[in-house]
């Protein structure tokens, strides 16, 4: 898969994924304000990819403060941070970056600034790198649900496009693929922005995995005509009581999963976990543009001048429709979620298997 984002020439060089999959073009964001936009204006979309930006925006405003000793750097970094963290309200991958790198700095307080410079962007590649870590482990606990023959139903874009690369629910689909399960993977279009359709379809179809794109309304009928074997998502939030938020849809996903009696699997590392939120419907929830219901990509109208729109950007699916929530430490029950938290938990004791 080529890079989602990543360094280069000391700038950040962002795919821009609301191209996809028309054109291949990288935004190369020379501040940290280019970088803000490209994720309020969703060029890089996905959580952990929205966390992995922030951390590369603030590396990269960071190289532009002209401080010479600590609290005068750190007071100046403050507003860049502020200033990434409110680009997107829901994934909690982004305030859990911009919480690393200012922990980072503290850490670094004694050394010289322009090390600590040098060490943020190297910070930021590290979370990347990471995230790819966690990704392949989270494929290899997730593969283990996937049989051979499996028709698999996904709902927005939770693959390479939208991490440091592998994916979360797609790494686990990539994961099978590469065990060399026969498997088939059925993409809802995830309306308004498609992200199913434009990078999901395209996502699978480079790796050669076998998709078969559907409108997000046809869900129900596959389900229902047996073709669908299990469902797996991604996750921006996944709170204390094993609630998620995931994209606008996946409730729906879930509900029908268990009227049809088809698990319903959540892909979530361990960046989006939020224990300090109780349940789902403390998540903050994102509204985008109305343009987006009412226009295709901004440009054809397909509703009446001036209609009332409602677009929030991600819905909230309790815990009681999730089989099971895998992360890169193994796979759990949402209601032992709250335990990855505490002190002592064995884990192995609680991972399903
Ligand atoms: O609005 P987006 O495209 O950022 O929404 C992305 C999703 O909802 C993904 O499913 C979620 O972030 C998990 S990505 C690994």
């Known amino acids: 898969m080529i890079p989602t984002i990543e360094w280069k020439n000391g700038f950040v060089n962002m795919l821009d994924q609301t191209k996809l999959p028309i054109e291949i073009v990288y935004a190369e964001c020379k501040d940290y304000q280019t970088v803000a936009k490209g994720i309020k204006e969703l060029w890089v979309r996905g959580a952990p ?25 750190y007071e100046e970094l403050m507003p860049i941070c502020e200033h990434l963290a409110s680009t997107r309200p829901t994934a909690v991958n982004l305030f859990w970056a911009i919480e690393r790198m200012k922990e980072f700095v503290k850490k670094n307080k004694g050394e010289d600034i322009e090390a600590i410079k040098k060490k943020l962007i190297d910070e930021s590649q590290k979370i990347l790198d990471e995230d790819i870590e966690i990704n392949k482990a989270m494929g290899k606990y997730g593969a283990e649900f996937i049989k051979d023959g499996d028709t698999i139903l996904t709902h927005c874009n939770a693959g390479a496009l939208a991490t440091g690369g592998y994916g979360t629910a797609l790494g686990v689909i990539r994961a ?104 789902g419907e403390l998540i903050p929830i994102e509204e985008r543009n109305p343009i987006e219901i009412t226009h295709i990509f901004g440009k054809t109208q397909i509703a009446p001048d001036n209609v009332k729109v409602a677009n929030p950007a991600f819905d909230v699916t309790p815990a009681k429709y999730i089989t099971a929530i895998i992360t890169e430490k193994g796979s759990f029950r949402p209601r032992d979620i709250r335990k990855l938290g505490e002190k002592g938990v064995d884990l192995e004791k609680i991972r399903i298997k």
């Not at 922030?54 to 000793?69: D, E, S, T, V, Y």
């Not at 994209?247 to 509900?255: L, P």
């Open 49 to 73: 990819a929205i966390g992995i930006a922030a951390a590369m925006g603030i590396a990269l405003g960071a190289q532009r403060i002209k401080a010479k000793n600590f609290d005068a750097f």
């Open 176 to 279: 099978a693929w590469e065990q060399g399960k026969k498997i088939n993977v059925f993409a809802d279009e995830t309306r308004p922005i498609l992200q199913g359709a434009r990078l999901t379809a395209w996502e699978l179809m480079q790796d050669k995995i076998p998709v078969t794109l559907i409108t997000d309304n046809m869900a129900g009928h596959f389900m229902k005509k047996g073709v669908i074997d299990m469902a797996i998502v991604g996750t921006d939030r996944t709170v204390a009581n094993g609630d998620v938020a995931n994209k606008i849809g996946t409730y729906s996903v879930a509900v029908l999963c268990k009227e049809h009696n088809i698990p319903f699997y959540v892909a979530a590392p361990t960046s989006t976990i939020d224990l300090s939120i109780p349940s």
